[in-house]
């Protein structure tokens, strides 16, 4: 494990945004290294209360940010935040474009004031004729056809994570470091829109581009037309679901070979892959009951030692006991703000062989940092007070 990789150390990032995708945004330029300086209203980001599939929300999002509370209803407390903006590399927000205006920061604003400062405004949509709609991940995902893919016909359904979120934010994020490479070349700063739907149009291209090619639309996946001899979900002689997969004739050999088909293996009518595909509707449930009477653990150790695609069927919590996401670096220790610790996956990637850590990933307290940041910016203790609307204040 390594924490020296932080190549935006020096970095101040403000970020204004709640909910997913502007806080992933933030969160992942955070773990880069920059000093991430959320701003909250005094009563606290409502994504902090959220219940149910939304608890989560807040502790993953937010991992390592400082926390500030600024009544931007007020005079003081808009001086507050441009005070803050003075000193920043970067501006994180994802408010309607209407409210932006009306508190004066405006992306164009804020780039005619702070000419190096890069805005980075997480929206619905990017320019265009839904620029001002209201969007949200299962809003996007029904208007640009993943919800109708994930789902059998007539019952569109949106995919199990706020993925489409995440990986907003992550655009964002990129955006971001494209910009600040291009400031470091030209000096100067600027402002980027990144879209939720042009993020999920960008999801489903695969099938577009099929249809534009071949006029031909791909039906939705649970009834999807299949590239490979074997793809699917079985049973184990425990009843366990596991999905096994061979997509080359090699691995169709090998499959058969480890499940004892020698007669599907030396059937004539199954020598190509064309072959093996345009006969799954009888092959298939021949290899199901092979995996049936085989058990579960005798399976996966075969299929790994020979190299054929699979996969238990698991939960997320699940993962909290999986050999491979407990390897070091794999899941990082935060604490919320009354002390209790939980784990969650930082980076994806490694480098130089080592995971990248996310040192000081906890949640801050709402404000817990009002008084350190806005005091290091100048501001007296009665106008901390003032800015941060202190008495409105909810202790997390």
Known sequence: ????????????????????????????????????????????????????????????????????????????????????????????ENFRDQSLAKMGLAPETLRERYPDLIVSSLKGFLKGPYENRTAMDEVVQMMTGMAYMTGPTGRPLRIGSSANDIMGGLFGAFAVLAALLQRGKDGKGHTLRTGLFENCLFLVAQHMVQFDIEGREAPP??????????????????????????????????????????????????????????????????????????????????????????SPINRPAEMYDDPHVNRPGGLHVSHLPEGQSYRAPGFPFEVDDHAVMSAGADIAGIGQDTRDVLGAAGLSESEIAAASGAGRRVTA
């Open 1 to 92: 494990m390594t924490d020296d990789f932080k190549p935006l150390t020096g970095l101040r990032v403000i970020e204004m945004s709640h909910m997913i995708m502007g806080p992933s945004c933030g969160m992942f330029l955070g773990f880069l290294g920059a000093e991430v300086i959320k701003v909250e209203p005094p009563e606290g980001d409502k994504t902090r209360a959220l219940t149910g599939m939304g608890r989560g929300f807040y502790p993953t999002f937010n991992r390592g940010k400082k926390s500030i509370t600024l009544d931007l209803k007020t005079d003081e407390g808009r001086a507050a935040l441009h005070r803050l903006l003075d000193t920043a590399d970067v501006f994180v």
């Open 221 to 310: 996946m649970p009834e999807r037309e299949f590239s490979w001899p074997v793809y699917d979900i079985f049973e184990t002689a425990e009843g366990r679901q596991i999905f096994v997969g061979a997509v080359t004739e090699g691995q169709w050999v090998t499959l058969c070979d480890l499940l004892g088909l020698d007669q599907l293996r030396s059937d004539p009518r199954l020598q190509t892959r064309m072959d093996q595909i345009e006969a799954r509707d009888w092959t298939i449930p021949i290899v199901a009951q092979a995996v049936r009477g085989r058990g579960f653990d005798d399976l996966i150790a075969v299929f790994e030692e020979a190299g054929i695609p699979f």
